[in-house]
């Protein structure tokens, strides 16, 4: 009936639709893309949407970023929910544009006002961080649970995120488990994964690693780049199955190629000590160079131990110690562990046992044994 009713541009869209993720028919995306483009000139606002985010993410044509924004910014003065919150996205991740985060904020309100469960899901994050509004943890949580309960699966994910660390709400692990099995039902992979880690660490379950694998190879093999990550750490170390470092290496390579920061800084591990491949410490340092400009904590940190240890690059311990001081803000416990000892014995920068407390308490409350027992070697010592 739509291959029938081509003069329509709904029908025209929906076609595009059904060619873009294989609905009766094989997927085409460059079919797709054509579709959304005939709908878009047709000035059908959700053809002009899915056009812009065709060029966002390079879907049946080559990635143009400032194609998408001019579409996106079309679609949101048409009154579209869905490109009211990607242009909002645009102005928050500099997708053809600059970044603006106030007027990210204001464009994901404007989308969350309209009942778009992507929207109430950026706002939400808005709140939890401090986008372009003072920082508010129970409105992002009443945001999250909002977009959970219209069906948004990434927001269900976020809002068992919530539960699991106490982000405007008490902790309780078991609503975090339930909600992550409620998204992996729906066969989304972030459901999977985050269901996954459950599993590999009991999180409101018993542990079960073979489970916990079985659902990050699922995620990995319906092409969930964070899948292939958490798939290859379990190749790594034997989780749920036999140790294959050569397929660790493979998996971490994919990740890292598809631009996955956790991806590159396994990578980076890859080549520093040999996980199935020749040790290579040069490029060892230009992966965790890689992660760290990625914005990713554990990168920076492993950066600021090539700086430390001259790892791939030349010794640097006014840069190492930077860049633990940076990964240490960012939450990462070996960072607050590693800054925490040059303060201790003055490496580099002055001696402070004060601060060397406070960074060896902001680390053993994150689990970090290391810290643990410095902190019970410096009572001692009082």
């Known amino acids: ?41 047709s000035g059908n606002v959700f053809g002009i949407t899915s056009l812009g985010y065709c060029y966002e993410k390079g879907i049946g044509t080559s990635v143009n970023k400032q194609k998408a924004f001019e579409l996106y910014q079309k679609a949101a003065n048409l009154g579209n929910s869905r490109g009211i919150n ?15 985060e106030q007027k990210a904020f204001e464009l994901y309100q404007e989308a969350a006002n309209l009942g778009n469960s992507c929207g109430l899901r950026n706002l939400a994050r808005c709140y939890e961080y401090g986008i ?38 008490s902790i309780d692990k078991q609503k975090a488990f339930e909600l992550f099995q409620k998204v992996a ?9 985050h269901l996954g880690r459950c599993y590999d660490s009991g999180i409101g379950t018993s542990i079960n690693k073979q489970k916990a ?8 093999n319906l092409g969930d780049v964070y899948g292939m990550n958490f798939l290859g750490r379990c190749y790594k170390n034997g989780i749920g199955t036999s140790i294959n470092k050569q ?15 956790y991806g590159v800084n396994n990578l980076g591990r890859c080549y520093k000590n040999g996980i199935g491949t020749s040790i290579n ?18 990168g920076i940190h492993n950066l600021g131990r ?77």
């Open 1 to 41: 009936m739509l291959l029938n009713n081509q003069n329509n541009s709904n029908s025209v869209f929906l076609l595009g639709i059904f060619n873009q993720i294989g609905i009766e028919i094989n997927v085409d995306k460059q079919m797709a893309f054509e579709l959304y483009r005939n709908a878009a000139n």
């Open 86 to 100: 990607y242009l909002g996205s645009c102005y928050n991740n500099r997708i053809g544009t600059s970044v603006n």
């Open 132 to 169: 372009g509004i003072g920082i508010d943890k129970q409105k992002a949580f009443e945001l999250y649970q909002k977009a959970a309960n219209l069906g948004d699966a990434y927001g269900t994910c976020y809002f068992g995120i919530c539960y699991e660390f106490g982000i405007g709400t």
């Open 185 to 193: 039902n729906l066969e989304n992979t972030s459901g999977m994964i």
């Open 213 to 220: 694998f079985e659902l990050f190879q699922k995620a990995a």
């Open 247 to 261: 397929k660790a290496f493979e998996l971490f390579q994919k990740a890292a190629n598809l631009g996955v920061a």
């Open 281 to 298: 410490k040069q490029k060892a340092f230009e992966l965790f160079q890689k992660a760290a400009n990625l914005g990713n904590a554990i």
């Open 306 to 382: 090539c700086y430390k240890n001259g790892i791939g690059t030349s010794i640097d311990e006014q840069k190492a110690f930077e860049l633990y001081q940076k990964a240490a803000n960012l939450g990462n416990d070996l960072a607050q562990y590693n800054l925490a000892l040059i303060y201790e014995y003055g490496k580099g920068v002055k001696k402070d046992i004060n601060q060397a407390n406070y960074w060896y308490k902001k680390s053993a409350k994150q689990g970090n044994l290391g810290a643990q027992d410095k902190l019970n070697k410096l009572k001692e010592s009082c």
